[in-house]
């Protein structure tokens, strides 16, 4: 992991994780997002004491243990910092529980909760809404991106930079994860509408190599629109006969031949529910309940 300059003020620091840096005049600095955990977030307080600057301000992007899992360790080891998030993500991060409780749909086994951080939360002190707002007399902008998660928000800097965290993904992630986490369908696909308006030169994804300019981002958005739009086209197909939500995510899983573990399938699982959600709604889905089982079919 380095420091690594995108433009005037704006920073990277590449990972697991991607990580923005915005450098304050009075050597203060702004980390957008802190990681998966202790080690993440150490690394990042290191690197910016390396080059002399003092971490203060955290933005979280959204709830999600790998966006904000070095909190604790922040507000420990510096604990002048000042944490930013939305009001559902702070829900979520100040109640780690809740998140493996969704994802569950019940009180969750403990190697769930192990797995996607459950056990720990975090501590905000600002709830941020969309628009401008002001941090150290620097101007940002907050941008809603729900779809992924609720409550999802990016933030732009003077430098017409935005930090969209994981409102989309490079596609390195999505030909590794052909069914990615995702919460609302509808919101996902507004967005990826949205985005494509966004007045920015250069965009930074939470999980990629690269750094996206305008130009590339209508790709980008179109990639993933498709992604979606394949996994939705791929749930009717296999509802033209009834199925239960655990035999279709079976076949899911055989036919994109994925390989999760526990905590992956309890994504998964969670992830169909949000998209059955969705075609009940707006494709004619419909339910029956027989013999113990509801099944989901095509009207």
């Keep these: 992991m380095k420091l690594t300059k995108i433009s005037g003020n704006t920073y990277l620091i590449p990972g697991p994780t991607n990580a923005g840096v915005f450098v304050f005049k009075d050597k203060y600095a702004l980390l957008v997002d802190s990681g998966d955990g202790n080690q993440d977030a150490r690394s990042y307080a290191d690197i910016l004491k390396q080059s002399d600057l003092n971490l203060k301000y955290i933005v979280n992007t959204h709830g999600h243990h790998d966006h904000w899992g070095g909190n604790n360790y922040l507000q420990e080891h510096h604990p002048g910092c000042i944490f930013y998030a939305s009001e559902q993500s702070a829900l979520f991060i100040e109640n780690g529980f809740l998140f493996p409780l969704y994802i569950y749909g019940g009180n969750p086994p403990a190697t769930l909760v192990r797995g996607v951080g459950g056990s720990k939360s975090g501590h905000i002190d600002h709830r941020l809404n969309p628009g401008p707002i002001r941090i150290n007399d620097e101007k940002f902008e907050i941008v809603p991106l729900p779809g992924h998660a609720l409550g999802q928000i990016g933030i732009a800097t003077r430098e017409r930079v935005c930090f969209l965290g994981d409102a989309l993904f490079s596609q390195e992630i999505l030909d590794k994860y052909r069914f990615p986490f995702l919460l609302d369908v509808a919101a996902q696909y507004r967005t990826m509408n949205s985005i494509l308006e966004l007045p920015y030169d250069l965009f930074v994804l939470g999980h990629a ?91």
Excluded: W
């Design 209 to 299: 190599e690269t750094v996206y300019t305008a130009q590339q981002i209508p790709g980008l958005v179109e990639f993933n629109r498709s992604r979606l739009d394949h996994c939705m086209e791929l749930l009717l197909d296999l509802l033209q006969q009834p199925k239960t939500r655990e035999e279709l995510l079976e076949e899911i899983i055989i036919l994109e031949d994925l390989q999760p573990d526990f905590h992956e399938y309890c994504l998964l699982h969670s992830t169909l529910g949000g998209m059955i959600s969705h075609l009940m709604l707006n494709s004619g889905l419909d339910l029956q309940l027989e013999n113990g089982k509801a099944y989901y079919y095509q009207k």
